[in-house]
């Protein structure tokens, strides 16, 4: 029953520094998303995926990069760290418009929480 | 661009008390979404909305969709301490799968 998985839970990087954030659902949904949120704000789209192969930016792709290579994992690859990189990263995982009536609520994972230093 | 705007971004609550949240989207949608979170968790589904005049309820909440007005509600009946959290909604564009989230409200309830 786990449903969306990320890791680490947790990081501290230096500026210029690069990682890559794992995101894994079991769920066999299509599609999958990032987000960031900072405080006291809602969630910004940074890529998402409909589909193996498949990626689109969202709103606010700059300094980041996805790769969508089998339907269960999205990671996402930060290079060159910033401080305004600093934030909580969440991935989500939705079963996809199979239909007009289709709901295609996003589940959610736990979040890794960034700090560029 | 679809924008989406709640309010009030903070709410105070006394326990036993009636209040709604209002979420306005800038551009026609046919999936609106509310969510909670907890301070420092994720998000947790509470709500889908697919059609004019959609009404959902779940315990003390109520939520409820006009498409032609853009507004969507969030009602909470006699609120109690569990409650408190940060509620947000977010909307897709028609035939879109892209969420666009408001910025929430933190709901504070009050013994």
């Known amino acids: 029953n786990a449903g969306v998985t990320q890791t680490p839970k947790f990081r501290i990087l230096k500026i210029g520094q690069s990682m890559t954030l794992q995101c894994a659902q079991d769920m066999n949904h299509n599609y999958m998303y990032w987000y960031r949120q900072d405080p006291g704000m809602g969630l910004k789209l940074i890529y998402y995926s409909v589909g193996a192969g498949i990626t689109d930016k969202g709103e606010v792709p700059n300094g980041y990069n996805v790769s969508r290579s089998t339907t269960e994992d999205f990671p996402l690859r930060l290079e060159l760290a910033a401080p305004s990189q600093t934030s909580v990263y969440f991935c989500?995982?939705?079963?996809?418009?199979?239909?007009?009536?289709?709901?295609?609520?996003?589940?959610f994972g736990a979040g890794t929480r960034l700090s560029v230093l | 661009e679809l924008k989406v705007e709640q309010n009030p971004l903070f709410l105070s609550m006394q326990e036993g008390k009636n209040y709604t949240i209002y979420c306005n989207y800038s551009?026609?949608?046919?999936?609106l979404y509310w969510y909670r979170q907890d301070p420092g968790k994720s998000l947790e589904s509470l709500f889908v909305l697919l059609s004019n005049g959609a009404v959902k309820q779940e315990g003390r909440l109520m939520a409820s969709l006009d498409t032609k007005a853009r507004l969507s509600t969030l009602h909470i009946t006699a609120a109690v301490h569990d409650l408190s959290a940060t509620y947000f909604c977010a909307v897709t564009e028609t035939s879109g799968s892209r969420l666009t989230f408001g910025e929430g409200t933190q709901l504070t309830v009050n013994p």
């Open positions: 551009t026609t949608s046919d999936r």
């Open positions: 989500a995982s939705s079963q996809g418009l199979a239909g007009r009536a289709a709901k295609n609520i996003q589940y």
